[in-house]
T-cell receptor, first 115, second 113 residues
């Protein structure tokens, strides 16, 4: 049973470039979450979707960040333009509908380095 | 405002000894409480949860956690630590009234051989 799949696992790019992170949630899960993890700030929820609809994007740090979920099996997090302070590990997680008591299942993350 | 606190950045325990990783929470409604573990270069893995019922919850890898409503705590425990338990542990709480989930800052557990 495949877990949450994120790509790429590592991304190194220069500031100003567009970065797109991808996530495939577990089949049958209808909630999807994007998190960012840094040493300074810990684990931060950026945005989450229920049934492909964004529910809460209050954690998205700036307009440079955007997320989409065009269908139940795919989501993207885009940063344009990227800045060095965006360097972090970005996690995608999925679960059954967020209003339930079900735990979230995390992917192994994308380690992003902006030079 | 809801919050979760893990008061210890790091906990060191000798192999074979019991371990406790502390977590306290603050929510306006009834809490759903979770513990997750993160190994290096991996995502968080679910360990256990408290929703309702028995205050002692058993989870994966021999871990358990005790819900204490009066102390608003949900400490993670294991009777006998293994070196392989060394990892980063996160407590999380979801307030059923506004549906937000909050993770603690994490506690790094070192099990010394």
């Amino acid at each position: 049973d495949a877990g949450v799949i994120q790509s790429p696992r590592h991304e190194v790019t220069e500031m100003g470039q567009e970065v797109t992170l991808r996530c495939k949630p577990i089949s049958g899960h209808n909630s999807l979450f994007w998190y960012r993890q840094t040493m300074m700030r810990g684990l931060e929820l950026l945005i989450y979707f229920n049934n492909n609809v964004p529910i809460d994007d209050s954690g998205m740090p700036e307009d440079r960040f955007s997320a989409k979920m065009p269908n139940a099996s795919f989501s993207t997090l885009k940063i344009q333009p990227s800045e060095p302070r965006d360097s972090a590990v970005y996690f995608c997680a999925s679960s059954f509908i967020h209003g339930s008591n079900q735990p979230q299942h995390f992917g192994d993350g994308t380690r992003l380095s902006i030079l | 405002a809801q919050s979760v606190a893990q008061p210890e950045d790091q906990v060191n325990v000798a192999e074979g000894n019991p371990l406790t990783v502390k977590c306290t929470y603050s929510v306006s409604g009834n809490p759903y409480l979770f513990w997750y573990v993160q190994y290096p270069n991996r995502g968080l893995q679910f360990l256990l949860k408290y929703i309702t019922g028995d205050n002692l919850v058993k989870g994966s890898y021999g871990f358990e956690a005790e819900f204490n409503k009066s102390q608003t705590s949900f400490h993670l425990k294991k009777p006998s630590a293994l070196v392989s338990d060394s990892a980063l542990y996160f407590c999380a709480v979801r307030d059923m009234r506004d549906d937000k989930i909050i993770f603690g800052k994490g506690t790094r557990l070192h099990i010394l051989p």
